[in-house]
Structures are given as C-alpha cells and as structure tokens.
C-alpha cells in the first residue's frame, strides 16, 4: 500500500508541476497566426475575433482591431510578406512570432495561445523585440 502511494504523489506531483502548453501543433499554431494576418489584410475582423479567447475579446473589438491594422500599414507602409515564422513557449503559453516586412520597416506580429488553441495576446513589435530565438538554417 506504501508504494501505491508514492507513486500516487509522485504522479501527481508531475502533473501537478507540469506547466499547462497550447494543444496546437508548431505547424497549425504558425498557420492560424498566418490566417490571422490574412484577415487583417482583409478587413475580415470577425474571423480574428472568433479565434479570440474571452479576455481578447472583450479587450479588443472588431473596430479596435481594423484600427490597429490601418496604423501599422500607415506608419511601416504596404505589407510585403512574411520573412520568417518562430514558435515556442513563453511562460506557459505557446507563442508564434511572424517576421513582417513591410515597405519602410520589418517588425514582428506575436500571437499567444491558451490551453484551448484560443489567441490570449497579440501584438505588432519592432523586430528586436522580437522573444523567440531565430530559425537556425540547415
């Protein structure tokens, strides 16, 4: 009965201490992110607001979003692409970077993902703000 117990708190002492990660694969956390973007270039804000967890979307409205938007392309200029796309973990969230070049500027559009897959932050940063390491090339 002692062993029963050991291994009892030993288990519940990993799960316990096991910090709670987003479900979403690297490849489908990267895609949303890209989706995301996507639909800013779109006008689509009530596609980003449903991928929104409840904080986000109280916190950030359709309008605020579109807002956002317009300031980043009036202030960097037209959008160009995509130059690199990183993920990891930050605390206990997953998080995706999107290394964005614009005509004036590159910057860095991050995404935060709950334990749901939901966006819980997102944010446009200069490109040295950027958190996670680069992608090291083969």
Same mark, same amino acid.
């Given at each position: 009965?002692?062993?029963?117990?050991?291994?009892?708190?030993?288990?519940? %002492?990993?799960?316990?201490?096991?910090?709670?990660? &987003? =479900?979403? +694969?690297?490849?489908?956390?990267?895609? #949303? *992110?890209?989706?995301?973007?996507?639909?800013?270039?779109?006008?689509? %804000?009530?596609d980003?607001?449903?991928?929104?967890? &409840? =904080?986000? +979307?109280?916190?950030?409205?359709e309008? #605020? *979003?579109?807002?956002?938007?317009?300031?980043?392309?009036?202030?960097?200029?037209?959008?160009?692409?995509?130059?690199?796309?990183?993920?990891?973990?930050?605390?206990d969230r997953?998080?995706?970077?999107?290394?964005?070049a614009?005509?004036?500027?590159?910057?860095?559009?991050?995404?935060?993902?709950?334990?749901?897959?939901?966006?819980?932050g997102?944010?446009f940063r200069?490109?040295s703000?950027?958190?996670?390491?680069?992608?090291k090339?083969?």
């Open positions: 009965m002692k062993k029963i117990s050991v291994v009892t708190a030993a288990i519940l %002492a990993t799960v316990l201490s096991t910090p709670a990660f &987003a =479900q979403l +694969t690297k490849e489908a956390a990267i895609a #949303k *992110l890209e989706t995301i973007l996507k639909n800013l270039q779109e006008g689509k %804000a009530a980003i607001v449903k991928e929104f967890d &409840a =904080q986000m +979307t109280a916190a950030v409205p309008e #605020k *979003l579109l807002g956002g938007w317009t300031g980043v392309t009036s202030q960097f200029g037209a959008f160009k692409g995509v130059t690199e796309r990183r993920e990891g973990q930050v605390k997953q998080v995706v970077e999107l290394i964005v614009f005509e004036k500027e590159t910057i860095v559009l991050r995404a935060a993902f709950d334990t749901a897959g939901k966006v819980s997102l944010v200069p490109a703000a950027a958190v996670l390491p680069p992608v090339q083969p």
